[in-house]
C-alpha cells in the first residue's frame, strides 16, 4: 500500500503570500489617509469661508449705520457724519451713529466706532477705547483687511420746484456713499489653505448738500 505524499507551503510562498497582504493593506491604509485629508480640507475650507462670510455680515451691517442721526436739526451740521478713510483703501476705519433714546445731538464716547486689523484678528471698536475680536485666531488668521471708500455726488436739481436761473449757479445734491471692503485669510491649521470675500456695502445715510433755487 503507497501512502500519498503531501505538501504544505514552503517558507518562499508564506513569505510572498505576507508581502502581498502588507501591500495589500498599506495600499487601503493610504487611501483611508487621503480620504481623510480630503475630508479635513473640505471641513476647514467650509469653516474658513462661513467665518469670513460672518465677519464680512457683521462689519457691513455695522457700517450701514455710519452716519445715522436720529433727529436731524436743519440748523446744525451732522455730528456723526465723519468716516475714515476717505481716500485710499485702508486696513482700518472710524465712524460714528447715534444711539441716542432721544437725540442730544452730541457725538458721545458710546458712539464711535472703527475697524482695524492687528495681529491676524479683525477687531470691532464698541465705543471709544472698548475692541473687541470679531474674528477668532484659533480658527483663521486674516492676511488682509480693506476698505476702499467710494463716493458720488447725485444732483436732486430735477427735483426743485424752481428751475435755476439762466447764468446762476445753482447746487443741490446726495452724497452717494459705498465702501469697497476685502477680506482674505488663512485656516489657522493648514496655512495653504486661503480663502478672499469682496463685496461693496452702501452707507445708507446719505448726505444732503446745497439747496434748491428760491
Given amino acids: 500500500m503507497h501512502r500519498r505524499s503531501q505538501a504544505g507551503v514552503s517558507l518562499v510562498e508564506l513569505m510572498v503570500g505576507l508581502a502581498?497582504?502588507?501591500?495589500?493593506?498599506a495600499a487601503a491604509f493610504a487611501a483611508v489617509i487621503e480620504q481623510w485629508r480630503e475630508h479635513r480640507h473640505a471641513t476647514?475650507?467650509?469653516?474658513?469661508?462661513?467665518?469670513?462670510?460672518?465677519?464680512?455680515?457683521?462689519?457691513?451691517?455695522?457700517?450701514?449705520?455710519?452716519?445715522?442721526?436720529?433727529?436731524?436739526?436743519?440748523?446744525?451740521?451732522?455730528?456723526y457724519a465723519a468716516f475714515a478713510p476717505q481716500g485710499a483703501a485702508s486696513d482700518a476705519a472710524s465712524y460714528a451713529y447715534s444711539r441716542d433714546a432721544v437725540e442730544?445731538?452730541?457725538?458721545d464716547s458710546a458712539e464711535?466706532?472703527?475697524l482695524r486689523l492687528r495681529r491676524?484678528?479683525?477687531?470691532?471698536?464698541?465705543?471709544?477705547?472698548?475692541?473687541?475680536?470679531?474674528?477668532?485666531?484659533?480658527?483663521?488668521?486674516?492676511?488682509?483687511?480693506?476698505?476702499a471708500p467710494r463716493a458720488q455726488n447725485v444732483s436732486l436739481l430735477e427735483h426743485c420746484p424752481r428751475e435755476c436761473a439762466a447764468g446762476a449757479s445753482c447746487d443741490v445734491h446726495v452724497g452717494v456713499r459705498s465702501v469697497a471692503l476685502r477680506i482674505a485669510a488663512r485656516a489657522a491649521e493648514d496655512a495653504s489653505l486661503i480663502r478672499r470675500i469682496d463685496t461693496l456695502v452702501r452707507?445708507?445715510?446719505?448726505d444732503i448738500a446745497g439747496a434748491c433755487p428760491a
Avoid at 502581498?20 to 493593506?25: D, R, S
Avoid at 457691513?60 to 446744525?76: I, K, Q, V, Y
Avoid at 452707507?203 to 446719505?206: A, E, F, S, V
Fill in 104 to 107: 442730544n445731538h452730541i457725538l
Fill in 20 to 25: 502581498l497582504g502588507l501591500f495589500i493593506a
Fill in 44 to 79: 476647514l475650507a467650509m469653516r474658513l469661508q462661513q467665518d469670513l462670510r460672518s465677519a464680512a455680515d457683521v462689519i457691513a451691517r455695522d457700517l450701514r449705520r455710519a452716519g445715522h442721526w436720529a433727529a436731524p436739526a436743519a440748523s446744525a451740521p451732522n455730528p
Fill in 203 to 206: 452707507l445708507r445715510n446719505d
Fill in 112 to 114: 464711535q466706532f472703527g
Fill in 120 to 147: 491676524g484678528v479683525i477687531e470691532l471698536q464698541l465705543g471709544a477705547g472698548a475692541w473687541q475680536a470679531l474674528t477668532d485666531a484659533n480658527t483663521l488668521v486674516v492676511t488682509e483687511l480693506a476698505l
